[in-house]
């Protein structure tokens, strides 16, 4: 396609966008009128929005406009199945400059898309506007199918911490980014497009999860929304959390504990949540930790001490020495 978007026109834009979308049943009415309409048997519609601005989320001469769009709806995907739903819709607003090469939206509209099918989902709709700054604003849907949702403040003292998916990954690929290199390229990939274990979460919780989160701003931190939310303290055993070799092969080469990545580095979304100590977990969840009775600050610990090191992603904090919380993504600020 050639071009930009000025040249192309809102109508032309909206028109190239939504030739490339696929559906699925869930879907009774996608774009083209007011509204879609989504199905939603269980009556009770899991929601979830995000906001990716150019320059604090992401960088161009990082990430492809498609792999933008993979990390946009991933990001807003997790969070759906963290409670224990199915991801169902995703409707997206975006801001762009006239300028702008029109490949570039259609580029990022095939990575939405792309990442709905490996989910489940499809984009049934959105907005387009001109702008100064290229702004993705993703809203997701999902449906809990008739089971209760999983909370961050259903956690027991006794209950164990378990985790599926990637830790650490994206700030490793992250770190290789910042020294400008293109490799390992699995933690590279890792940080342009997370993979998130969408099946896991719904799965979590047909397993009796008592709480459950995605891994977006680092895994102290989301266990610590947890343990607040739950009144409870949690533990990590640092001797029970996967460091990769290659990670250490990176940690070595930048002078970085890869375990600070593993425990403070997000957007993996990875699922952490906490089970009964009776439930028998499948292979894919690891146990990580336990769930103990509140104490004084801080709510998490590793191996039974506070982590003396940054600990995950504040939007408004300061950046610490590898940048925010546990190292910045793409330029200043890390997507959430």
């Known amino acids: 396609m050639k071009g930009t978007v000025g040249e192309l026109g809102e109508f032309g ?17 996608g774009p083209g009128d007011d509204a879609a309409i989504v199905a939603a048997p269980d009556r009770r519609v899991v929601a979830s929005t995000d906001i ?16 933008v769009g993979r990390k946009a709806a991933a990001q807003n995907l997790a969070d759906i199945a963290a409670m224990g739903a199915v991801p169902t819709a995703l409707l997206l607003g975006l801001v762009v400059p006239a300028e ?49 949702p999983v909370t961050r403040s259903g956690a027991q003292v006794g209950d164990v911490v378990a985790v599926t998916g990637w830790l650490g990954w994206s700030a490793a690929g992250h770190a290789v980014l910042s020294r400008g290199f293109r490799s390992p390229r699995a933690f590279v990939e890792a940080h342009r497009r997370p993979e998130p274990p969408y099946h896991a979460g719904p799965a979590a919780a047909g397993l ?29 055993h640092s001797g029970k959390v996967d460091v990769p070799s290659q990670m250490n092969d990176i940690g070595q080469a930048v002078g970085v504990d890869p375990l600070q990545w593993v425990l403070t580095g997000g957007e993996d979304h990875a699922m ?27 709510r998490v610990t590793v191996d039974g001490a506070p982590w003396s090191h940054a600990g995950g992603w504040d939007h408004f904090g ?11 993504r793409d330029g200043v600020e890390p997507s959430r």
């Open 13 to 29: 834009l909206i028109r190239e966008l939504t030739a490339r979308l696929t559906t699925t049943p869930a879907v009774k009415l």
């Open 52 to 67: 990716l601005l150019e320059g604090r989320h992401f960088r161009r001469d990082w990430s492809t406009a498609y792999d």
């Open 100 to 148: 702008l090469p029109a490949t570039w939206p259609t580029e990022l509209m095939d990575g939405l898309r792309d990442e709905c099918q490996v989910a489940g989902a499809a984009v049934v709709g959105g907005d387009v506007v001109r702008g100064d700054t290229i702004t993705v604003a993703i809203t997701a849907l999902g449906d809990l199918r008739d089971h209760d």
């Open 208 to 236: 009796g999860a008592t709480a459950m989160t995605d891994v977006s701003d680092g895994l102290i931190a989301d266990l610590g929304h947890i343990a607040e939310a739950s009144n409870v303290r949690i533990d990590i």
């Open 272 to 298: 952490v949540a906490t089970f009964p100590q009776d439930v028998k977990l499948p292979a894919r969840w690891k146990v990580i930790g336990e769930v103990l009775n509140a104490s004084v600050a801080p």
């Open 318 to 328: 300061d950046a610490g020495p590898d940048g925010p919380g546990s190292g910045e």
